[in-house]
């Protein structure tokens, strides 16, 4: 009965591929995030979607394109890695979009060679 | 731009209370003030949330003076347990939509 689930957990693959990450909720909330974790543990917010809308996309490249096919689902494609995305990626979501209290999932470790 | 300001890191003796105290001087009036928690290898796990004077649940408590320019979270007697990093967060209002901007957070570090 996990909130907030991520697939896969690990994820490690070469420079140039294409990979994608994938998150569910069932909480029933409207809203979804991903957020990025470097190596120094900062932690950046990089999109938002609110009932399958995108409502923040923060500067990031645009190899990293997030979809949402329905609220309780949003994934992460990401193109042509490179070694600076490697990282711990997180999706969390919320009730609404006020955000206050977010639940978050395990993490996504991704690890580019 | 942080939103918030915290110690980056605190050392503590099991047993102990400790207080984690974050800056916010530019929190605006509708803003909630709300901290997590992040143990290794976890996402962040939310732990309580106030917007002035004094909140209380079953793991800290959380105090807001009056200008609300700072908060501290407390937690009572830690234990080895509680080494975590404790995120202090505002909501950020534009544009109709918000966002919560995590800072580096503080690395408390339980020592028997």
């Known amino acids: 009965d996990t909130a907030v689930s991520q697939t896969p957990k690990y994820l490690v693959t070469q420079m140039g591929n294409d990979k994608s990450i994938k998150c569910e909720q069932n909480?029933?909330?409207?809203?979804m995030y991903w957020y990025k974790q470097d190596s120094k543990k900062f932690l950046k917010i990089m999109f938002s979607y609110n009932n399958k809308e995108l409502i923040i996309n923060e500067t990031v490249p645009n190899r990293f394109s997030p979809k949402s096919p329905d609220k309780a689902h949003l994934n992460l494609h990401i193109n042509s890695l490179e070694l600076g995305d490697s990282a711990v990626y997180f999706c969390a979501s919320s009730q609404d979009r006020k955000q206050e209290t977010q639940y978050f999932g395990p993490g996504t470790r991704l690890l580019v060679l | 731009l942080a939103k918030t300001t915290q110690p980056i890191s605190m050392d503590s003796y099991e047993g102990q209370e400790v207080n984690i105290t974050c800056s916010h001087n530019?929190?605006?009036?509708?803003?909630?003030i709300t901290w997590y928690q992040q143990f290794p290898s976890q996402g962040p796990r939310f732990i309580i949330q106030?917007?002035?004077t004094k909140v209380t649940n079953e793991v800290a408590s959380l105090f807001i003076p009056a200008d609300r320019k700072s908060s501290t979270l407390s937690l009572p007697r830690v234990s080895l347990s509680d080494t975590a990093v404790y995120y202090c967060?505002?909501?950020?209002?534009?544009?109709?939509?918000?966002?919560?901007?995590f800072g580096t957070g503080t690395k408390l570090q339980v020592i028997p």
């Open positions: 106030g917007y002035k």
């Open positions: 909480l029933g909330h409207d809203t």
């Open positions: 967060l505002v909501a950020e209002g534009s544009g109709g939509y918000q966002k919560v901007t």
């Open positions: 530019n929190i605006a009036t509708n803003d909630y």
